[in-house]
């Protein structure tokens, strides 16, 4: 086989890597493809470079989202600018994917931020009633060792804020694909780049409505957090808080079907209620989610009382019969049975934001 053959191989391989999020970086994705393909050692003169890699995942990312990439790359340039124009203090630049165009399936919006404090970022996203977390990473590039400080923002589209020290607003970052100066926009900059990119777009409409519209993640998130603060009786919740025992829920409900976006949020909610009035959970619970989950999620968080009644012989044979009569009646059974299972003291969880961020995904993914 030749080296070009084997190049190209190299490429899809490690594009592919990439695409399915298995790898993050190029290095490590080629090498990786390289070890599959080559089954050996490969001169890196062989191997492909960056920008074949992400020539590949653009070829994926339009076989597999379609028209939707297209949708999807708009929406994030203007919400770049949304969010930029709440952080103009900080003398933003909008970078990577969503101003190249080379987004795929999860893509972040990436913006640089130049400020000496990363207290002043803060204040301005709490203001702002923005959920955030803040990441330390230590990268070693040519010998050296650098800490950068990313701000994490989950949303529809999700944000990986970078911050530098102020005098650095004016440095000119290199490229890791190509090796040049990075491409970059700032607020003005991208205003005209969106006025010749989408002519027919209006955007300030869209940036309003966008700043009108619920995100209903942030909404569970809000409802979920109080939960940990429920203490619940040792008789029948041994393994503790409110919030500890909704997450071992979801973690079973994701491992019987993981892909039924309106079971795991049922699983991940049922119990949201219990904050709000202990009394009557469900009611309680159903009233604020209200327009922010389906029929079908409501239903389930309803009546999921019921499946445990059904489950202990105490469901009288009329209220049986109306349960068997839904389509969704084994999901109920599915959810009673993980609910009853999730009172393991010590069990694994997943963090609160990584469940909704599983969830969020496939909503992504899924519609």
Request: proline fraction near 4%; include cysteine.
């Amino acid at each position: 086989m030749t080296n070009e053959k084997f190049r190209r191989q190299i490429a899809f391989e490690a594009a592919r890597l990439m695409y399915e999020r298995r790898e993050s970086e190029y290095f490590r994705a080629k090498l990786r493809a390289a070890k599959r393909i080559c089954r050996g050692w490969v001169k890196p003169k062989d191997l492909p470079s960056n920008a074949e890699i992400r020539d590949q995942i653009q070829h994926f990312a339009r076989l597999h989202e379609g028209d939707g990439r297209t949708e999807n790359l708009r929406g994030m340039r203007v919400e770049a600018l949304r969010m930029m124009r709440l952080l103009a203090a900080f003398r933003p630049r909008l970078i990577g994917s969503t101003f190249t165009g080379h987004i795929r399936r999860g893509s972040d919006i990436d913006i640089h931020l130049f400020s000496d404090t990363l207290e002043a970022v803060e204040a301005t996203l709490e203001t702002a009633g923005i959920d955030f977390t803040v990441e330390r990473k230590r990268v070693r590039k040519h010998g050296e060792e650098r800490l950068f400080t990313h701000i994490h923002i989950p949303d529809e589209f999700p944000f990986e804020l970078t911050l530098y020290a102020s005098n650095l607003a004016h440095y000119v970052f290199k490229s890791s694909v190509t090796g040049k100066a990075i491409e970059r926009a700032s607020i003005a900059e991208l205003e005209q780049f969106l006025a010749r990119e989408y002519p027919d777009l209006n955007v300030e409409q869209e940036i309003d409505e966008a700043e009108e519209r619920v995100d209903r993640f942030q909404v569970y998130r809000s409802l979920l957090v109080p939960l940990a603060a429920v203490s619940q009786s040792r008789e029948y919740h041994p393994e503790g808080d409110a919030l500890y025992h909704s997450l071992q829920v979801f973690e079973l409900a994701r491992d019987e079907l993981p892909y039924d976006e309106e079971f795991l949020l049922a699983a991940l909610l049922h119990d949201v209620g219990k904050a709000i009035d202990p009394h009557d959970h469900v009611a309680a619970g159903l009233e604020a989610l209200d327009d922010l989950i389906t029929p079908r999620t409501a239903w389930l968080i309803e009546h999921h009382m019921e499946g445990h009644a059904l489950h202990d012989g105490n469901l009288g044979a009329r209220a049986r019969r109306r349960l068997e009569e839904s389509e969704d009646y084994e999901e109920l059974i599915a959810l009673s049975r993980c609910d009853r299972a999730g009172r393991v003291p010590g069990a694994q969880v997943p963090e609160v934001e990584d469940a909704l961020e599983y969830v969020r995904e496939l909503a992504r993914l899924y519609g």
